[in-house]
Each structure stands twice: as C-alpha cells, then as structure tokens.
T-cell receptor, first 114, second 115 residues
Framework: AQSVTQLDSQVPVFEEAPVELRCNYS??????LFWYVQYPNQGLQLLLK??????LVKGINGFEAEFNKSQTSFHLRKPSVHISDTAEYFC????????????FGKGTMLLVSP | DGGITQSPKYLFRKEGQNVTLSCEQN?????MYWYRQDPGQGLRLIYY???????QKGDIAEGYSVSREKKESFPLTVTSAQKNPTAFYLC??????????????FGPGTRLLVL
C-alpha cells in the first residue's frame, strides 16, 4: 500500500515570492508521482508528473518538481507566484504494477496575497 | 472538445432517497473512477472500472453503487445506506495500462447536499 504526506495544510506567501509545497510518500514498490491543482469548486487539473527519466520535472504555469528517491519526496516549486496561483494542490502516487489507483495526500492550500 | 462531463453541478438529496450522479467522457478512455472529497481529507476512491461491465470497490464503497454498461459512461448511485453523503464527488478517467493509464484526468465535480 502507498501513503502520501503533504506536510503543510496551508502555505501563505506574498505575490512574486518563491514557494515550495512539500510532499513525501511511502511505498514498498516503485511509483509514479503527480501534482494536481484544484481551484475553488472545480475539478483537478494535472500540473506535472514523474514517470521516469530526469528527476526534475517541469509542468504548466511555471511549476516544477524534483523527485528524490532516497528521501521519498516530490516537492513542488515555483520561483515567483501570482495571485492566480491561489488554489489547493494535491500530491498523488500510483504503483508501477497492477491497476492504476491513485493515492492522494490531503492537500496544501496555497494562499497568495498582494 | 474532448473531456469529462459531470452532471448535475449541484444535487440535493432527501433522507432515504437514492440519487445518481452522471459521468460521461469522450476521451476514448478505458478506465473510469469515482472519488469523494471532504474538506481536509484529500480524495478517497469509491469505485473504479477498467473495462465495460466490470468494476471494483475502492476504499470507501459502502453506501454507493456503480454500473459500466458503456465505455463512455460511469454513473454513481448514492444509496440511502450512505449516512453521510454530503461531499464533493469527482469522476476521472485514464487510458489502458501500458498506454499512459497512469495519468488520470478529472471532471468538474458534483456537489451533493442533504436536505
């Protein structure tokens, strides 16, 4: 079984500041990793994913994440945030073998203020 | 435009009533999923289906039922046995394993409220 821990439930930040949203996972098998973003009362939108290859993954809206296998982490970063980045962010994993069921973290609310 | 549609956007349920949430996709995806989202809880898997006429229980299937008669459609019924149905329900779909099945795409959601 897999588990995902998002270490911060809320991250307040000022506009144009850098931000890092932390994600750690636990799994006995290799996994694929994902970050999704959810705006209020909407579905989830895929930000980026790590399947294989380079451990630094670039996504939409200027976000990137780095897979660290030894630390079982997949932290999300953006060098300069905008007001429009205010949303909830979910980290998720799925095992390489078997059916593709996603295990989600509980989410991190990013609050960007002017 | 390809995508996933969910209807209705808001749904109200009376005590003892069964209600059905609709999910349709035109992405030609084989697999479909239902999640429940509660504040501060993340998303929890209710049911999923890899092919037509087959589906499996997720982590919180009690009080819910599904059918998969067509590839495009995966309706979820919230039965009267579900004592706490108020939540945001999300449907997702993905391709078959080995063809990018690991990536799930989500619909806009249905918010279910109890009267």
């Amino acid at each position: 079984a897999q588990s995902v821990t998002q270490l911060d439930s809320q991250v307040p930040v000022f506009e144009e500041a850098p931000v890092e949203l932390r994600c750690n996972y636990s799994s006995s098998v290799s996994v694929y990793l994902f970050w999704y973003v959810q705006y209020p009362n909407q579905g989830l939108q895929l930000l980026l994913k790590y399947l294989s290859g380079s451990t630094l993954v670039k996504g939409i809206n200027g976000f990137e994440a780095e897979f660290n296998k030894s630390q079982t982490s997949f932290h999300l970063r953006k060098p300069s945030v905008h007001i429009s980045d205010t949303a909830e962010y979910f980290c998720a994993v799925t095992p390489l073998g078997g059916y593709s069921t996603l295990t989600f973290g509980k989410g991190t609310m990013l609050l960007v203020s002017p | 435009d390809g995508g996933i549609t969910q209807s209705p956007k808001y749904l109200f349920r009376k005590e003892g009533q069964n209600v059905t949430l609709s999910c349709e996709q035109n992405l030609n995806h084989d697999a479909m999923y239902w999640y429940r989202q509660d504040p501060g809880q993340g998303l929890r898997l209710i049911y999923y289906s890899q092919i037509v006429n087959d589906f499996q229980k997720g982590d919180i299937a009690e009080g819910y039922s599904v059918s998969r008669e067509k590839k495009e459609s995966f309706p979820l019924t919230v039965t009267s046995a579900q004592k706490n149905p108020t939540a945001f329900y999300l449907c997702a779909s993905s391709m078959r394993r080995g063809q990018g099945q690991e990536t799930q795409y989500f619909g806009p959601g249905t918010r279910l409220l109890v009267l």
